[in-house]
């Protein structure tokens, strides 16, 4: 029986697997993942705040629960084991890795203190282990550069009050966090005109329900004839006469950021040019939310340049690529499903040409590598998380890494009430 | 009665839940199942019994999987008068245009006559209830409603 390992365990991943499956059931199908939880950025990256995005979860759990798909957790492709060794222990290997390293803001000051990716910035939020250490600076007064979707959910996420993450699983440390800091002023720019911005209209409508926010708009004549475009009409819709506001939010259209000043290594301004006209916002912190790189640039750079076929996602006769690792930084979940039936039709086709001699699959992992977590322990990490979850949570997740791997194995002290502080 | 379970989806949630009901009536029922994406209105079939399951996306739209079989209807004004459907809707409430994908397309089947047996029910991905939870009663509900009517014929 052929033995396919994914590696990354994140939508794409998880589709891949389903996709496989459906065109044949008795696949030998694993699925790896550095982390000894999966699902990807369906955890780590869709807002804390949007529990019903995040419940595609539980149609990926059916793979591991019911469909004989085996989770390998803690096991890094390029550390624990190499793409030689998974290439030579499996027939198939597709590498759904993701691109986690948020793009810098190139510019004069881009590297000043205060300046974070809104990758990191969600993933902090949503207690990823590597962010679980670094506490975003905030301040009164923050600039959001970038107006796509996950602009927007950090937009939302720092105009939020208590209250309304009734039904998140926002830990209450990052709410005290946001809410310590003063958040006041919410400055969100873009290049665009309104009616080419990247975000989705439900995004601003869901804005509109806020109701201690005040907003204003700056550059909406730039969109004049388009007052038709969903995005106009939803922007147009904000409520901007709002006598008592805890927050303003202002969004500015038309907006190339130049540069940024700051005093003692810390941010202090951001300057934005639109035509002849400069714009100068002092700021507390800045948060670019402008695209995604690779995380392994060297790896992917090279596998997209040998790749038979880039667009599906053949690298070769039994080495593919899917998800954003395959097709960078677009896309929402579903445009992962649709492509990875794509692939896996492909996949199959190859399959059937496969010739040589029978694989060791996962055994040859597991018997060089102890560590290695499965689907049992990241469901012991899941009933540690819903036990420990607190009054208006459905969740507690748990951020350090140490305790994850002490909860997957099992030998976790007292591992029904974890500590969550790393 | 034939029974045949349709469903429109983006991420594969309802497509997921057709198998779940498909499981829990096989043996019972003669059951088929398809994608709206895959199927033309003149597919529909007196003999069949339609059991629908759609979720909604974008702004209140039909998802991927349903839209160019809304398309098609619209284009086709098929005469539906002899087919029967029971409708299953996937949404989340924190949208304002909470499950409009199923209420439009249960609409757009009897604007061209279909008839529709027994209330929508729907699900609510912010809430606490597991899909299947609620569709399979629902599905063994409408069998029920319907049984009459298919036995009459
Ligand atoms: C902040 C944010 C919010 C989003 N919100 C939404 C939303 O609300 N709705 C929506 O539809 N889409 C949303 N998206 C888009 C959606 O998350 C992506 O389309 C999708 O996650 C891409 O899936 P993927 O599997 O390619 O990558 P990922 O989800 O990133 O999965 C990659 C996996 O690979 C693992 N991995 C990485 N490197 C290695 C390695 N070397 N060895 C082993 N494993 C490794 C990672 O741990 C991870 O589990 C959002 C994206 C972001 C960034
Ligand atoms: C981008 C996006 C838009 C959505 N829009 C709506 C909506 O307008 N109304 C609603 O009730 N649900 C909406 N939903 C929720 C889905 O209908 C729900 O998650 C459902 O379970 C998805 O089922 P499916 O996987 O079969 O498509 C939306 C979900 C996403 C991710």
Redesign the interface.
Known sequence: MPKIAIVGAGPSGCYAAQALLKLDKTLEVDILDRLPVPYGLVRYGVAPDHQGTKAVARQFARLFERQGVRFIGNVTLGETVTLDALRAAYDIVVLALGLSKDRPLDLPGGDLGGVSGAGAVTRHWNDHPDEAGQLPHLGNRVVIVGQGNVAMDVLRILAKQEPDFDGSDLHPRHTDHITGAGVAQIDILGRSPAHLAKFDPVMVKELAKLEHVRFALDGLELSEGHEDDPRVAALAALPQDVPVASHEVTFRFGWTPERLSGTEGHVDAAFFRRGDEELGLSCDSVITAIGFDSHIPGLRDDLLARAEDAETGVVDKGLYLAGWFCRGPRGTIPDNRAAAQALATRIMADLGTLTGAEKPGHAALIAAHPDLTDYDGWLRIDAAELAACTDGRVRAKVADLETLLALASGRAPGSATPETEG | MKIKLLYGT????AE?LCEDIEAHLEGDHEVEMANLADTDPADLAADTFHLVVCST???GDLP?SAQPFGEALEADQPDLSAIHFAIFGLG?????TYNQGSEKLAALLATYGAHQVGDRVIH???GGD?AEDLALPWADARIAQAADLFAET
């Open positions: 983006e991420t594969g949630n997921m996306y974008g702004d991927a989340d409430s924190s949208y304002e609510d991905a912010m597991m």
